[in-house]
């Protein structure tokens, strides 16, 4: 498993509009290549927030981030001053995993 | 979806007794109410790990902090001396989330 994350800090007044741009936005992740999942975290702390991707390998999501369909995604219009910091990007890959025994 | 992140900067040199004394470890975690899925994350920067547990609810995550299988699962022996820093722990609350069309 590998998981991107991409972390905002955000003028905590601005949230609510922070995280409107990302409902309206359009990804176009869910027919990549190798995508699983997507979340918009919000952290406890005020305008605390990270996208956070999990890919089933680190060249899926290489290649999605070369690729139209991300220029795409980001072209769509986040006001740049809602963010009191730049987005911070980190990348991971899992060396242990575990899951609940009963299926959810 | 509720995520708990502990971000732990470990000697770089010391990064397998690290992951070892993960991978050695009970967690008891598989049959806490309200657990979903764990994993240790290894960052790009050398010495990066998360423990990432996403849980039902904020609540599953509390009442399991708060019990017998938590004490029991912390209470073997990883040495303090492989960290560069103190662990810090962050709770996430996902208010956006997207999957894969297609199953895998």
Do not use: C
């Not at 007044?13 to 290549?33: G, I, K, M, T």
């Not at 089933?56 to 999605?64: G, L, N």
Request: aromatic share 12%; no cysteine; charged share 30%.
């Amino acid at each position: 498993m590998f998981i991107a994350m991409n972390r905002f800090q955000v003028h905590p007044e601005r949230s609510d509009e922070f995280e409107r741009s990302w409902r309206e936005r359009d990804s176009y992740l869910a027919e990549v290549p190798g995508f699983v999942e997507f979340a918009l975290l919000k952290g406890d702390n005020p305008g605390e927030y990270i996208s956070h991707s999990r890919w089933e390998s680190r060249d899926a999501f290489k290649a999605w981030t070369q690729s139209d369909a991300f220029t795409r995604a980001h072209a769509s219009g986040l006001s740049e001053d809602v963010l009191a910091d730049h987005p911070r990007v980190s990348m991971y890959e899992s060396v242990l995993e575990a899951r609940a025994s009963v299926a959810r």
